[in-house]
Every structure is written in C-alpha cells, then in structure tokens.
C-alpha cells in the first residue's frame, strides 16, 4: 500500500472564475473584500521586475524552516498539514464510540487503533511475515515466479512487473488490462545507473547497507552477500526500464497484445500461468504492454539471476512493503532510509499523522465522506462549479483566437473542449468498502487484506461498464488533476481553501490561485500528452500535420527554457520530463488571465493595499508556489518528478505571460523580461 504504482492522473493546479461574495458583518454591512496577498512575506529589497518568486515570498524564504518531519515545505504542504488533525479528530471520535461491525466507521476505528497499538507490535516482530517468508523461502525452482508476481501484485508488495485494470486508452469505453514496469527499491533507474555522480553513489551504498540490515532483522543468515545480489538484481531491472520521459508518450506506451503472443514480446516466461494466477486471462484475451523491451529485459534477468537471489529480492520487497507496519526496529529503519537519505528529513511524524496516512491509505473514500459532512461547506461546491464554466468558457474564446492553429484543428479542439467534464468537492457515489475485512490487532495483515481489497475491485472492471462516478483521489485531497480517458477535471474539497481559494478576498487574487488552478487541468487535455487524445478519451490524432508541427515548436521551446533552471547546483530541471506541466502552468495561467479580465466587465479592479487587481492576479498565482525543500528531496524531484520546482513554476510561468509585464512594468533591462518575439504563448 505504501509504494504503489504510479498514478495514470496527471497532477495541476485550480483557478476560481466569478463573483466572490464577502462575508456578512451584521453591525457594519457587508466587509469589504481583502486583498488575499500575504504582504508580510513581500522582500522589499527585490524587485518583482528581477524576480518575481523572491520579491513575493522573500521574507517567508527567510525566515520559514522546513519541520523536521517533512521533506519540503510551503503552501500544499501547510495546508496537508492543518488538514491532518482534522482528520485525526474524526478517527478518534470514532475511537471512543461504537459502530455496527462492519461498517465504515468501524473499520477505520479498528484500523488506526491497529497501528496505534505500539506494544503489540513490538511482541509481533517480523512473526505476522512468516506465513509469506516460508513460501519465498520454500521455492523449489523459477516456475514459481509467475504465481508469485501475482500474488506479490494482489497484496501491495512491488514486483518486477506489475499488472493492473484501466480503461483502453483506444477504445475508452472499455476497460483493459495493462502490464507496466516495476519492482525497483530507489525512486529511479538512475539512481542506479549514474555512476558519476556522487551524490546518488551515496544513497546506492546506503541502500546497500539499507537492504542488509533488514534482511538480517527478519533473520536472513546471508544477508551481507544477498544484499549484494539483490541490488545487482534491481541494477539489472533498471537498465531494461525505460525512462520517465520515454513514459511520458502515451502512444508508445499503448501496445495491445494478445495474451496468447505475449511470448513474441519477452519469451521464456510462463505468461499464460501468469496472467490465469493474477485473474486477467479469465476475463480477456489480449493486454497492454507499456514497455515491451522492459518485458524482454525481465526475462533475461530472471534467467541470469540464480534461484537464491531471487528469493531475496522477493524477500525484500516483502520487508520493504511490511517495515512500516511491523515493529519499531523495522520501522526506524524504513524512515531512516527512504525519508532520511533519501528525502532528507531529520525526524519521523508523530505516530498518529503515521495513523491517519494508514487509515487513508486502505480506506480513503471513507473517511474523506466523514471530512467533507464536516469540513465542506455546500456553497464551496456551488462557487466552483461556477468558476469551472467561466474558466472554461474563457478557454472557448481562446481557442478561436489562436494564430498558429487552422480552422480543421480547431473545430476539433473545440469538439473536445464541449465534451469535457469536471468534478468537485467530493463522490456523488461513495466507494463501497463492504468486501474489505479488518482484524482488530492485525497491521500487517490488514494492510495486505486492504491491498488485496483494492486488487480485486480493479480487476472488477474487466468486462464491467466504464464507472464515470469514480473518483482518483479522495476529497482530502490538497491536489485536482485531469484523466484523458474520462476527459474530466477533478477538484477534491481540500485544495478549496486558501491560499487557493479565499471567500474574503477580491477576485483577483482567487482568479489567480484556484482559477489557474483550473485553467491548468483543462490545460492537461491540450498539453503535449493530453492533445493525443480526443473528447471521448482515445488516442487519435487530430490534428493537421502543420498545426501538430506548429504545436511540437512551442513545446520544444518550452522543454529549452526549462531545462536552463537549476534548484541545485548539477541538478537542471528535466524540460522533457516536466513539458506537461509546464504547458498546464502557462496555458492555465494565460486563460485565468483572460477570464479575470472579462470579469470586471470593462471596469478598473479595486486597488487593494496599494496592489492592482493585475498585480494582486499574478500575485496569487506566486504565492502558491511559496516553498523550501531539503537538498535530497530536491534531487528526488528533478530525477522522478513531472513537476518543475516551485520558484520555476512562478517565474518560469509569469515571464511568458503579456499582461505580467503590464502589471509590474517589466521592461528591458530587467531580469525577469523576455523580448516578445521569444516568449512562449501556446493556448
């Protein structure tokens, strides 16, 4: 549960569109609106023309220190923060109350209290493993590893590939199975493979020391020398992988294949057996390769590996999975690694924000249908499904004003902009957590029963209708993002809050925090990745090949401009990596823009605390990407994220943007300006 496959939603922002009512005063009349900048973090001493990121959060970066327990710091991680006890207060609630047997509420009770019990973990030790330990241990030959990739797969534990449930990308009315890459015990290939640098040659020794050290607490007699063998093994693995870029292109990522050839693709292994074992080929004939090569490269590994070696890398995926919820010796020992080297956090979060992530982790929709009855307003939702429309209407007029585009391109484009559908707040059809069975004072156990929960329900889906209603993240949530399959734009109720969106505040500010924040998810639709799919959520092209050229231009300017940006010294931000995102950031940012300007009707914004309601636009967009992040934590974003770091997403952003240089008068000279003819204006 605690290191699952990588997500098929892509992450964004949000923009708030329309009116904002003040609260009531009911002595004084309505209040007057604020401005919703935080002031206090401006550094006077640089210039918004020089550097739009510090001038706005100067004093913040001056003064802020990233808590011990986190990784990075700023404003999604303050507002995951101050949501943490809410949720807490929720569990505990629950705690001191009875509940019919199995219900909700019930088995969130159960299973934090799980997990809070310290003592009886401590008794446990590695003795809730031991079922699953003697079966790695007893394998007899290789012809075991197909049944044991899928069970590995069922019960959350990372194998070298891993096998899942999700619509066709080419016939989106239908659900697929797909097979994608996996199984390796660093964030990335390169922290395998980049033997030069330094940095990552630490962090492989100290996983090194990492896998031995838990090995022998599981009492592994040949630790030191498995150790070794497993990351050998893993090193293997990461050189068949592809990249995160090459990953990006949902085309080459699509290769439908009948299960029956899937021996043409990596040949050797029993996919037949594998497949019936992890229920697919019960229910279709055919899968989605993600990475053919990769499948080829697992194949040979398995081959050059001998039978002991892979009995403990599967042993060690186990522990791997497990440490977190066995006893403290095997806890520390996670943390220290993969949030102490790894991220760079000097202290583990209490226990109980340790509770609450379990407790997310296995039953999320339940308890976020507890959060939004007590944390989300009603007339949130109603807002917001106003200021999606406005967003959206604004990007219509957009689209007809684009220069680089032919008429053909855009009566298309236009087509899948009116088929696009959005979410917010929260479900209207709440998950069903009915087959999900918890033993009180059973971590380990329920963490693989709810594993095996989430399995299952995926694999459901095979045969079954599209279910529109779902939902990717649960409303506590501080994200939204955009799926291509559905084409919808989700916002859970937790990012409904400032500094993304303030009920106090004058338009602009939320025009230019949530409002691109939606820009950006609509963006997601027309990015590099999300334009290879229409309305109806298949990969086709429609576009004509010169506008498809004209697009690739603007896109590679972007991957250009990115790949200049340096959070650390010898670490630039991937342009190729991040080019989603960065298209959403400009694209969204630009339609927030236009649609704050439609908004006033013609008539001057407000100044408010001596700041236009241009300025105060741009400078809600800023102010949320005000953050700090440790120097491994950093290396980790640059290596494995789609995401540019914060203070790149601000100025990266705002200096393609015309009306940032009306607002701030940015002029040649400054540092911030880009001439007109180079700045990269795409939607």
Request: no cysteine.
């Amino acid at each position: 549960m605690k290191r699952t496959l990588l997500s098929t939603l892509v992450l964004g922002l949000m923009v708030a569109h329309g009116a904002v009512q003040a609260h009531e005063d009911h002595d004084h009349g309505p209040a007057a609106p604020i401005s919703g900048i935080d002031t206090q973090y401006i550094d006077a001493g640089v210039r918004p023309q020089d550097d739009f990121f510090h001038h706005l959060n100067g004093e913040w970066l001056k003064t802020a220190r990233i808590p011990d327990d986190k990784s990075s710091w700023g404003s999604f991680a303050k507002l995951r923060d101050d949501t943490l006890p809410q949720l807490r207060a929720i569990i505990e609630d629950l705690a001191k109350g009875k509940h019919k047997a199995g219900t909700n509420e019930q088995k969130i009770a159960d299973l934090y209290a799980s997990y809070m019990n310290e003592a009886a973990l401590e008794k446990l030790g590695v003795k809730p493993l031991v079922g699953e330990l003697a079966a790695i241990r007893t394998i007899k030959d290789k012809k075991a590893l197909p049944g044991l990739i899928a069970h590995f797969n069922r019960i959350g534990v990372a194998a070298p590939y891993a096998v899942y449930v999700s619509q066709d990308a080419r016939a989106s009315s239908k659900y697929a199975a797909y097979i994608t890459q996996s199984g390796l015990g660093l964030p990335d290939r390169d922290y395998y493979l980049k033997k030069d640098d330094a940095r990552l040659s630490g962090i492989r020794d100290k996983y090194l020391a990492h896998v031995e050290r838990v090995l022998a607490l599981a009492g592994n007699k040949n630790a030191a020398a498995n150790a070794k063998a497993i990351l050998a093994f893993e090193t293997a693995l990461a050189e068949a992988q592809w990249t995160k870029v090459d990953n990006r292109d949902p085309v080459k990522r699509y290769n439908k294949t009948d299960i029956a050839r899937l021996a043409e693709v990596a040949p050797g292994y029993d996919w037949n057996g594998a497949l019936g074992k992890a229920g697919v080929a019960a229910k279709t004939d055919y899968v989605i390769v993600n990475q053919p090569s990769y499948l080829a490269g697992f194949v040979k590994a398995v081959d050059a590996a001998d039978l002991a070696t892979l009995q403990a890398y599967f042993e060690w995926q186990l522990l791997r999975e497990a440490s977190p919820y066995l006893s403290k010796a095997f806890a520390d020992a996670d943390f220290a690694f993969y949030e102490g080297v790894v991220s760079g956090v000097a202290a583990q979060p209490p226990r109980w924000k340790r509770g609450v992530g379990v407790v997310e982790g296995a039953i999320g929709e339940g308890l976020g249908q507890l959060y939004v009855a007590r944390h989300f307003p009603a007339d949130r939702k109603a807002r917001m499904e106003q200021l999606v429309k406005n967003l959206m209407a604004s990007y219509k007029d957009s689209i007809d004003g684009l220069d680089w585009m032919g008429p053909e391109t855009k009566r298309e484009a236009q087509a899948k902009l009116a088929k696009f559908s959005y979410k917010i707040g929260y479900p209207n059809k709440w998950r069903d957590y009915g087959a999900l069975a918890l033993t009180p004072g059973d971590l380990a156990g329920n963490m693989r029963r709810a594993a095996t929960f989430a399995y299952n329900r995926n694999l459901a889906k095979l045969g079954a209708p599209v279910d529109r209603e779902e939902w990717g993240m649960t409303p506590q949530t501080v994200n939204a993002y955009y799926r291509s399959t559905t084409n919808e734009i989700v916002f859970p109720a937790a990012i409904l809050q400032p500094p993304f969106f303030d009920a106090r505040a004058d338009d602009a500010v939320n025009y230019g925090a949530i409002g691109a924040v939606i820009g950006h998810e609509i963006s997601h639709g027309f990015d590099d990745k999300g334009s290879q799919s229409d309305g109806d959520g298949n990969l086709r092209d429609w576009w004509t090949q010169a506008d498809r050229a004209n697009f690739k231009a603007k896109a590679d300017a972007l991957t250009k401009q990115y790949d200049g940006y340096s959070p650390l010294p010898g670490y630039n931000v991937n342009g190729a990596l991040t080019l989603g995102e960065n298209i959403a950031d400009n694209s969204g940012l630009a339609i927030a823009y236009k649609a704050y300007k439609l908004s006033l009707g013609g008539k001057p914004a407000p100044v408010i605390d001596k700041l236009t309601g241009e300025q105060r636009f741009y400078m809600g967009f800023g102010q949320v990407w005000r953050s700090k992040m440790r120097e491994e934590q950093q290396i980790k974003q640059v290596k494995t994220d789609p995401h540019s770091p914060g203070q790149f997403r601000a100025n990266g952003t705002v200096v393609n943007q015309p009306g940032f240089y009306e607002a701030f008068g940015v002029k040649e000279g400054d540092k911030m300006y880009v001439a007109p003819e180079k700045r990269i204006v795409i939607w």
